[in-house]
């Protein structure tokens, strides 16, 4: 199959022919965006990659007494719940075997568990990072498991292996990789930017054969999911990377349209309605001096001294005087998570050479920017489509959440942000919940309100309103990276050790 070509564009004929892709892209172009309310919460994010529902939940208390119907141990990783129906799917990792595993979504029962066997990293820069964060996708038929480590593995419902597809492992990737794979009607699309073969690629969901791919060369590493943006116009594949929001024809990759300029190191996933994308994106790449400092050791570690001078700041860190910072010499603060990244010989200190630069870090290529970009651009679009932009109460892991007329925006530190999708008009701006440090988990739509649940084990109940209300606060005890899901009037929340049914 001949297929436009562009400087980007490389795609594969796989079996496709003429007709069969003009079938594809007539079938692409009415798929529906799946709602919530179904038995399903089928990928990353949910129905359509938006975390909103319109099942309501049983019970918002989350009461460890009460509502908890069942609690299922796990091995360790990060993925959310994959859900279709009576079944779970989740991964993990351990003693140097990536999981692939099903649970009874009654019971918590486990009903299959398969490994394959991986070489982990040498080094992670970070203590929550994990070869296990992707999540799972289905369509009912077939659940598709990815390892970045590894690659793609395709298992029935019932946990028999339908292929296998290996892909080429990073081996400087201090983060781990962190994107899903979403499943597109008969295809399978997957980001690997930054690895080997950095690129966007669609599978054959039936049986692994690539189809086409998008090379993305000078694409460093990314922890944004694909999103298949519905709008007024058309089906277009949005795929956010270093410095770049993306555009693609779900059927063959070939580029729609592009806004350049925005974040260097992307950890979101973009969210859409009829008329607008809406883009958010922070990283520390972004960020110079005094913001930089705070959003690593929070704004209430050092005075203005300190701020001003490394030393300063880092004799402020070293609290027994020995010329060196532990991990438990600091604060909870993003910087203790990410401690690795700076000690550069992995001696488990820092010394006063390694801690300057860190302080001093110059801002990078790109901006940490929030954008919204109107449906029907062609092109290079950022002087003509971006209808609003901001630049305060980013979020730099969760993704914004589009729910009820209104855009949630979670900041690290504990910073909620609510918007006016049309305007970008705050709300309410950077209202401040009491865990300060790291949000993983995108915010969740529930009709009436939102639930966040922090990194440091919280769930907080928030009205979904114009003025900030916060209704329900509870303590899990356990580090929390995945987003919850909602099926059914049932909440899963996966900690670091279990998953946990809420209910009534």
Not at 363 to 383: E, H, Y
Not at 402 to 425: A, N, Q
Not at 455 to 467: C, N, R, W
């Amino acid at each position: 199959m001949l297929l436009p070509s562009t400087a980007d564009l490389s795609c594969y004929a796989g079996r496709m022919t003429l007709p069969c892709a003009a079938l594809v892209v007539l079938c692409l172009s009415s798929a529906p965006i799946q709602e919530g309310g179904a038995a399903h919460w089928p990928q990353f994010l949910g129905p359509g990659g938006a975390p909103r529902t319109d099942s309501q939940p049983t019970s918002l208390a989350f009461d460890l007494e009460q509502d908890v119907l069942w609690r299922a141990p796990l091995p360790a990783g990060a993925s959310s719940p994959c859900i279709w129906e009576g079944r779970i799917f989740l991964t993990g990792h351990e003693e140097g075997r990536l999981i692939m595993l099903a649970l009874d979504r009654t019971s918590g029962a486990e009903l299959w568990r398969h490994s394959v066997e991986f070489t982990p990293p040498p080094f992670y820069g970070h203590s929550d990072a994990s070869p296990a964060v992707p999540t799972a996708c289905t369509d009912g038929e077939r659940v598709i498991f990815y390892f970045g480590d590894w690659g793609l593995i395709a298992r029935n419902l019932d946990g028999e292996l339908l292929w296998e597809k290996p892909l080429p492992v990073p081996d400087d990737a201090i983060f781990g990789i962190g994107s899903s794979p979403i499943l597109i009607d008969d295809m399978v699309i997957l980001s690997r930017d930054g690895c080997p073969d950095s690129s966007i690629r669609a599978f054959a969901a039936e049986d692994g054969e690539l189809l086409w791919q998008v090379p993305r060369l000078g694409f460093g590493y990314s922890f944004g999911t694909p999103y298949l943006w519905q709008n007024a116009e058309r089906l277009e594949l949005i795929v956010a990377g270093t410095q770049r929001l993306t555009a693609l024809d779900p059927a063959t990759g070939a580029e729609l349209w592009r806004v350049t300029g925005l974040c260097s190191f992307v950890c979101t996933t973009p969210v859409g309605d009829a008329e607008r994308l809406y883009f958010a994106a922070w990283s520390t790449g972004g960020a110079e001096g005094r913001e930089l400092v705070e959003s690593l050791f929070g704004d209430e570690t050092f005075n203005a001294e300190q701020l001003a001078d490394a030393a300063a700041a880092f004799a402020r860190l070293d609290s027994d005087g020995d010329g060196k910072v532990t991990v438990e010499e600091l604060p909870p603060c993003r910087a203790k998570s990410a401690f690795g990244v700076a000690d550069d010989n992995h001696d488990g200190v820092w010394d006063l050479e390694e801690y300057v630069p860190l302080h001093n870090l110059p801002k990078g290529p790109g901006k940490n920017l929030m954008i919204a970009v109107a449906a029907g651009g062609k092109g290079d679009v950022t002087g003509s489509h971006v209808t609003w932009s901001r630049r305060r109460g980013l979020p730099y892991v969760a993704s914004p959440l589009l729910h009820e007329g209104r855009i949630w925006l979670l900041k690290s530190g504990g910073f909620v942000t609510c918007l006016d999708p049309k305007t970008g008009e705050a709300h309410f701006d950077r209202e401040r919940l009491d865990d300060r440090g790291e949000y993983y988990a995108t915010a969740v739509g529930v009709p009436g309100h939102v639930i966040v649940a922090s990194g440091d084990g919280t769930i907080y109940v928030l009205k979904s309103a114009d003025a900030f209300e916060l209704v329900t606060t509870v303590e899990l005890g356990e580090r929390i990276q995945a987003t919850p899901a909602v099926v059914d009037g049932k909440v899963y929340v996966r900690t670091r050790t279990s998953l946990l049914a809420f209910g009534r």
